[in-house]
């Protein structure tokens, strides 16, 4: 008796909200599909019509009416793949967002950033007939996964306030492309640094690891007027004081000294490398005894300077690990490349409102998150009153 007095509760509900229709229509515009006769005879459920509709609700607090549209928001719910088939027919362009992103970045008179540099790695283990995905070596997991690359260019402040994605690109290995089409990571890289870096915006410098400081990609970046810092590997052949020998074997040749701001040993030398040209070595030991090979193309920045820089690169992993574990980077479980690709985009847009609704500059993206989501759940209402039974001490608290 309950649950079909929930059901003519639930028809009398969505009879008074008007639907609209899940799919583009086929003739004019707003016009829904016609529902097809098959379905109802058939007792299939029809995915084409909305199943949830939800009214216009109060805006959440610290959000003003008048800055954002009054929308009511359809749902459509019948269908486990609703929101996947939602990202492959919505109109959204991935690099107009992007575009939109750095003209906020420009608006609000930001010169102090500088530019990060990476891959992220999502797993897709069953997902064998994904286009984007292919077996890759993951240095977190130390094996080889199968799984899917996504390039992405970030913006940050030396404060470590913002992080904002402004270009990302996803790498289809060669067995989904033509081959005149195929692009390595290092190709996608070089296509977004010079679409930012010709929409106007600008960088201290651009730091990134060991896979992206080849030759020609930093030579084409300091033709763009960039300051680059990398790593080296240990095999790469540098001239130091009329003598050409590994990197590895220059760190032990050269003393290194103790650095009490960084907290190991390190020491700066001038060398030149012939797929490079003169550079800064920075060596670093850590407390394990691993070495680092920093190197940069700006002959005038110090040791400490250097090293703090690639210190920084460590924004872009954090960026990652909060998209995947609040955003939900890994759930698309769509194979449409446009349902991909806009997936990513709305995901990385999410981690940069999630940023601008921060109270404070130290709280963490997960307790935005949080707090957000009690709100959605009390729906504007307020706390009930404490029970009479409550000891004082925790009412003075509540």
């Known amino acids: 008796m309950r649950f079909a007095q929930t059901n003519r509760n639930r028809r009398r509900f969505l009879h008074d909200v008007p639907t609209v229709s899940y799919h583009p229509s086929s003739g004019r515009p707003g016009c829904p599909h016609a529902v097809s006769p098959r379905h109802r005879r058939s007792g299939h459920p029809d995915n084409n019509r909305a199943d949830h509709a939800v009214r216009e609700r109060p805006y959440p607090f610290g959000w003003a009416s008048d800055a954002y549209p009054r929308v009511a928001l359809f749902l459509p719910g019948r269908a486990h ?102 692009r390595t990571k290092l190709r996608l890289a070089e296509v977004m640094i010079k679409e930012v870096i010709g929409s106007g915006l600008k960088a201290r410098y651009i730091v990134f690891d060991t896979h992206y400081t080849a030759g020609w990609f930093t030579k084409m970046v300091r033709r763009l007027g960039l300051v680059w810092v990398g790593t080296l590997p240990p095999r790469t052949s540098v001239v130091w004081r009329g003598q050409r020998r590994s990197v590895a074997e220059l760190a032990r040749r050269v003393p290194l000294k103790w650095r009490k701001r960084l907290g190991m040993r390190a020491t700066a030398v001038v060398v030149y490398a012939p797929k490079y040209g003169s550079l800064r070595l920075v060596v670093t030991r850590n407390r394990h005894g691993n070495h680092e090979y920093i190197v940069t193309n700006d002959p005038g920045g110090d040791l400490t300077t250097v090293v703090l820089r690639k210190m920084r690169r460590w924004s872009i992993e954090t960026l990652f690990r909060d998209s995947k574990q609040f955003a939900g980077l890994e759930a698309c479980q769509c194979r449409v490349d446009q349902a991909m690709v806009r997936h990513v985009g709305l995901v990385l847009l999410t981690c940069v409102v999630m940023q601008m609704m921060r109270r404070f500059m130290g709280e963490s993206v997960g307790s935005v998150k949080e707090r957000w989501q009690l709100e959605v759940m009390r729906d504007g209402e307020s706390s009930p009153p404490l029970l009479k039974a409550c000891p004082l001490h925790l009412r003075a608290t509540a």
């Open 81 to 182: 793949d609703a929101l996947n088939r939602l990202l492959r027919v919505m109109l959204l362009s991935t690099r107009a967002l992007m575009g939109v992103l750095i003209a906020w970045i420009k608006r609000h008179g930001e010169e102090d950033g500088y530019l990060c540099l990476d891959d992220c790695l999502i797993e897709k283990a069953f997902a064998k007939k994904l286009p984007w995905a292919g077996w890759t070596y993951s240095f977190a997991k130390k094996r080889k996964v199968y799984g899917l690359h996504i390039v992405v260019l970030l913006w940050c402040t030396s404060d470590g306030r913002w992080r904002i994605p402004v270009a990302f690109r996803l790498w289809r290995p060669k067995r989904s492309c033509a081959p005149h089409t195929y």
